[in-house]
């Protein structure tokens, strides 16, 4: 086990560097983040002294390995554009991106979930179409076309949650609901599909000859091996909402890593960006990983295997 | 990862929301002692000496003093924190100081921070955000009094009271010297009307009106007490905060938005100029391509020729926004070229295209950052005449890589110059020698633009100006476009001044009941 976790490890830090570099040389090929420094009214001198004083004449190659280095001595350098260490930028926006998606996580479970087992203990009934419909309208509507919805019903409307910010519990239903809705399709249909067929398989009939029914049958003997695929997804998922919740973070005004990553990208600030793609990318593969780990836990003759 | 259209989603929000409000009668009561502004962008500093953003000029106005500010009616530069001042020769400016002028910390202004504030900008190791302007033509700042400074020139500048009045406000001595900048920024130390309260980056700002700000300023006395910025990114967002009260102004809407909103019953509109002016430039130098058709003048006239400016400014731009003649804001001091004026003539255009031997016309990339759909209105206009125009839309910071790479055929793009009302702003920026923008490859036309910079003498810039001007409409090195309006939307009772140069002056705010 432990060498397949540093194995795994090792992969996500190489994928991590590829994807990093990669998002480097794009940045300096696509973009003048000098003129982006300076803004776009500046005059050339100012442009030409940013240039200067940040060393953007330097080879893309020279850049990367600097920036690198200070990487590896924990030192994610200073950001272009909010004139402080990426390293702090970056801790006090996480927060609110972590609760968000967990939190966002849980709206998907406690939506999904239910659905799903309902769909496949039900097959084809009323459970199952008001299932599969719910499953189709979430994926359907683009986020933030829901989130207006939200905010136009729940807090214009009738004003019972904030319109936007994050300073709250409060500020965080809405974009937890609007969030955690676009998991719903998946994590139900995956429940509905795997609770289906573990429910058609032998060692269920077995149990049931056993005397096993109802809460028992379902929970303790099916939903356990129905589980493990929509554990790997919600883990992916998870991945998501941390590294992409950048049209619910906008939407409702949060200041969290995906509004900063849009900010950063669009004013070419480029140590923020680059962290926070090291990060998003270590973080889905070590969610990807987690997941594996709890499916073996969770699946005996996955660690056998 | 995607990103929403602000527009889109208002228009969409817009239409949903007409509907119920039209049957509600729900809005912010009016708060007599409050305003609360949304901010699209968030402002990395409330220092002014380390912001280029536009929203850093709205909020200095409110917290900071230079010694000259832009007068809101008539856009020329006037003493604030100076009571008076003397050009003495060409590269000297003598400068009487106020003597009522109090820093937010209660301390009196004095030369001594004067000299301070300038000494700062100067050193290089400051990192100011206008420094490399500054730097371009003050030599150095004397104290000759308790209440009196020198300014040394290395050169003719008459743009120098732009700059103290646009760029650098007023520091307290030392204030720099024991803290950090980012220290600084929690604590201003300013001279406005207004004092900063709170700052969380990127969040919000709160001000609270200064008591002890000095009388004669034209900025004495705001009306409303407490002022707070939220940053809220979305458009749609900003205007159901505005329905539900969470906010009372928006800045920078967008003309269609504006005009769907207006309808509703809880939001009023406020509209007005700005010296942002909309051009096309077109590379007659050839450095993206030795070949460019744009090399040839007849070419060039047969683009301003074949674009219906009046058309799109009237149905597109909208509000106050002219179609513009010439490479500057009819604000703007010096914008009187009498050169070429090139009427919407598409017949005019192909004649011109068969006479430099584009008789089908061509094809090329149109480049651009911003107003995409004036952007498309351009391409069907050049259609017309046969040229086949491929609008490359992109963002601001690929576009102005390629620009400066000066790796474009043609761009459509837009400037603000700080709202600054003198063709100094655009002409220095766009046709001297040393900038990327400038796709003309005119020398003659760099020097006399240079010259009309280090010129005093108002009648001798004129005369340059103009010149300038009537080379650039006569080469046709650009497409002069439009010039912009400004849209705002407010809650109902409050009272806002139109700006002439599109910055709005919040200290002039006002709830009327």
Not at chain 2, 299 to 319: D, E, K, P, S, W
Request: net charge negative; proline share 5%; charged share 20%.
């Amino acid at each position: 086990m432990a060498s397949y976790i540093l194995r795994r490890g090792l992969l996500a830090l190489l994928v991590a560097l590829v994807v990093s570099f990669g998002t480097f040389a794009l940045f300096y090929f696509a973009t003048d983040p000098a003129q982006t420094i300076a803004g776009e009214d500046a005059p050339p001198e100012m442009v030409e002294e940013i240039r200067q004083e940040y060393g953007f004449d330097r080879p893309v190659s020279v850049q990367y390995v600097a920036w690198l280095g200070g990487v590896f001595q924990g030192d994610f350098g200073e950001s272009y554009f909010w004139k402080q260490p990426v390293g702090e930028l970056i801790r006090e926006h996480a927060g609110v991106t972590i609760i968000l998606a967990l939190s966002s996580l849980m709206v998907t479970i406690l939506i999904a979930l239910p659905l799903g087992i309902g769909a496949a203990l039900k097959p084809n009934s009323w459970v199952d179409r008001f299932a599969l419909s719910t499953a189709v309208s979430a994926q359907a509507i683009p986020n933030f076309w829901l989130g207006l919805m939200v905010i136009i019903l729940l807090a214009v409307m009738f004003p019972i949650f904030p319109v936007s910010g994050d300073a709250t519990w409060r500020h965080y239903v809405l974009p937890a609901l609007v969030l955690g809705a676009s998991s719903v399709p998946a994590v139900m249909r995956l429940t509905r599909t795997g609770l289906l067929e573990v429910l058609g398989a032998d060692y269920i009939r077995t149990a049931r000859a056993k005397g096993f029914m109802g809460y028992q049958l379902i929970f303790r003997q099916a939903l356990r091996n129905a589980l493990l695929p929509v554990v790997s997804v919600l883990a992916v998922q998870l991945g998501h909402k941390l590294g992409g919740s950048v049209v619910t973070e906008s939407v409702f005004s949060m200041n969290g890593l995906g509004r900063l990553a849009v900010e950063s990208i669009f004013n070419s600030d480029i140590p923020t960006v680059q962290s926070l793609i090291l990060i998003f990318v270590l973080t889905f593969v070590l969610l990807t990983l987690a997941a594996d780990l709890i499916n073996a836990w969770l699946d005996p003759r996955i660690r056998m295997g | 990862m995607r990103i929403i259209h602000p527009r889109r989603v208002g228009i969409g929000l817009t239409s949903l929301l007409a509907a119920w409000a039209l049957s509600m009668s729900v809005h912010a009561d009016a708060r007599s002692d409050s305003l609360v502004v949304a901010l699209a962008m968030p402002l990395t500093t409330v220092d002014r000496l380390y912001s280029v953003q536009r929203e850093g000029l709205v909020l200095a106005q409110l917290t900071d003093d230079g010694l000259f500010h832009v007068d809101p009616d008539t856009l020329e530069f006037v003493p604030l924190a100076a009571a008076s001042y003397e050009w003495v020769g060409e590269t000297r400016l003598d400068v009487v100081l106020r003597d009522d002028v109090k820093f937010h910390d209660g301390s009196p202004l004095t030369a001594d921070d004067v000299v301070y504030t300038f000494d700062w900008v100067l050193d290089r190791d400051s990192g100011t955000s206008r420094g490399p302007v500054i730097r371009g033509w003050l030599d150095r700042v004397e104290k000759i009094g308790e209440h009196r400074v020198s300014f040394h020139l290395k050169v003719p500048y008459p743009m120098a009271l732009r700059d103290m009045a646009v760029s650098v406000p007023l520091r307290k001595q030392g204030t720099y010297a024991h803290t950090g900048i980012r220290a600084v920024e929690q604590q201003l130390n300013g001279i406005g009307p207004y004092r900063v309260t709170g700052f969380r980056a990127g969040r919000e700002i709160e001000l609270t009106r200064f008591e002890d700000y000095y009388q004669a300023s034209p900025k004495a006395n705001p009306a409303i007490k407490y002022m707070r910025f939220r940053v809220i990114p979305d458009q749609g967002t900003q205007q159901a905060e505005l329905l539900s009260g969470g906010i009372d102004l928006m800045l920078d809407v967008p003309p269609d938005v504006a005009d769907n909103v207006r309808h509703l019953p809880n939001v009023e509109r406020l509209e007005g100029d700005d010296i942002r002016i909309g051009y096309i430039t077109l590379d007659a130098a050839g450095y993206s391509d030795p070949n460019t058709p744009f090399k040839d003048v007849r070419v060039r006239r047969a683009l301003n020729h074949a674009i219906n400016r009046q058309a799109i400014t009237q149905y597109l731009v909208r509000g106050s926004a002219q179609a513009l003649d010439f490479a500057c804001h009819p604000l703007q001091f010096g914008c009187e070229g009498t050169g070429p004026v090139y009427a919407y003539d598409p017949g005019k255009a192909r004649a011109l295209l068969t006479e430099a031997g584009y008789p089908n016309g061509f094809s090329f990339d149109l480049w651009a950052y911003r107003d995409k759909v004036m952007g498309e209105a351009i391409v069907n206009d050049l259609r017309v005449v046969g040229i086949n125009a491929n609008l490359r839309y992109v963002k601001l910071n690929v576009f102005s890589k390629v620009r400066n790479d000066r790796d474009m055929s043609a761009f459509f793009a837009s400037y603000g110059g700080g709202g600054t009302a003198d063709a100094s702003a655009i002409t220095g920026v766009h046709f001297v020698a040393n900038t990327p923008r400038n796709y003309s490859g005119d020398e003659e036309l760099a020097a006399t633009v240079l010259a009309a910079e280090r010129t005093i003498d108002p009648e001798r810039r004129l005369e340059l100006y103009r010149q300038a001007l009537d080379r650039i409409a006569d080469q046709a090195y650009w497409v002069p476009m439009f010039s912009y309006s400004q849209n705002f939307l407010l809650a109902p009772g409050l009272d806002l001044s139109v700006p002439r140069d599109g910055v709005p002056r919040l200290w002039q705010a006002r709830w009327s009941n």
